[in-house]
């Protein structure tokens, strides 16, 4: 074992580390059996059954499902074994350190235990996501509100952002619909990340963000205040029982645009559908045929419609504990990039001094620190 005494990073007193060691093999433990690694190695092997199936990809869309359910159950097993292969080395490492009493051993040592631990932080936030549609694949919306051309332009940074994030992390996205503003940015658009747990992850950036900064769009140079607002559904799936009365539905074809108004498509593949009781309007224009654009459409529209079942039904439960329900509030996050550099968040007080790498897609932080703030949240109430 480590000896008790020990204490590295360049001379600076630290944590006992075979305490330390122990409290992050006592935490991963936790982690291995929330997860429940005996069921994930289960379904991994009922899902490389199915995936083997000669007839698998008869059904184009079951089979995506199953490969890439199987590919994130592979990928999050490996995460969690690799992980704890790096704890156990983690004592043998220190012990050479202590054994060789040689400086680079006990840096690698020290710069390695501060990786592990953020990886466990990370692996436990994980452990968080229990909601009803956590596991689910996320839809994304993204609104340009308030600045006029600044916040059409925010609002396509922040679907870079998000973007970004997804491709850091392997994640498969898919756009159905961007409409484009007339100067510059966006209008609006919504875009799926399809891998597990998206929703529960990305569920806590939903709100209203705001953006300080020079415009580059005044002529003057003066400071601009913007807005977007950011949705986050969960793709629906055929248990959710979604009813729509094709009565109920208003379809509209158009012609695909592009920025600018340029034409993408000379047929008119666009579809907008309005579903008239209550006035909501999806849009998809990704660049196929007519009916896959009316399919994807439908598939935005049910998620729309179970979100807002299950804001009624939080509502009346918030009703009757005499809750505002108030969730989220309104603006949820700062990103300052005049007369300083700093993002933070209204709800957590997480802040990064580095916008650009933010809005380049390096989230993790905020969303972590927004997993943790909505989980004490719960637990108060």
Sequence with gaps: MVAPHNQYAGGVAVVDVSEELKSLSSTMGSIEAVLDLDKMRADIAALEEQAAAPDLWDDVEGAQKITSKLSYLQGELRRVEALRGRIDDLEVLFELAEAEDDADTRAEAESELESVRKAVEEMEVRTLLSGEYDAREALVNIRAEAGGVDAADFAEQLQRMYLRWAERHGYPTEVFETSYAEEAGIKSTTFAVKAPYAYGTLSVEQGTHRLVRISPFDNQGRRQTSFAGVEVLPVVEQSDHVD??????????????????????????????????????????????????????????????????????????????????????????????????????????????????????????????????????????
């Design 244 to 381: 729509i009365d094709e009565s109920d539905l208003r379809v509209d074809v158009y012609r695909s645009s592009g920025p600018g108004g340029q034409g993408v498509n000379t047929t008119d593949s666009a579809v907008r559908i309005t579903h008239i009781p209550t006035g909501i309007v999806v849009s998809c224009q990704n660049e196929r045929s007519q009916i896959q654009n009316r399919a994807s459409a439908m598939n935005v529209l049910q998620a729309k419609l179970l979100e807002r079942r299950r804001q009624e039904e939080q509502a009346a439960m918030d009703a009757l504990k005499g809750d505002g329900g108030n969730s989220w509030g309104n603006q949820m996050r700062s990103y300052v990039l005049h007369p300083y550099q700093m993002v933070k968040d209204l709800r957590t007080d997480h802040e990064v001094g580095n916008p650009h790498a933010v809005l380049d897609g390096e989230i993790d932080g905020f969303i972590e620190a927004g997993i943790r703030w909505r989980k004490s949240t719960q637990q108060a109430n």
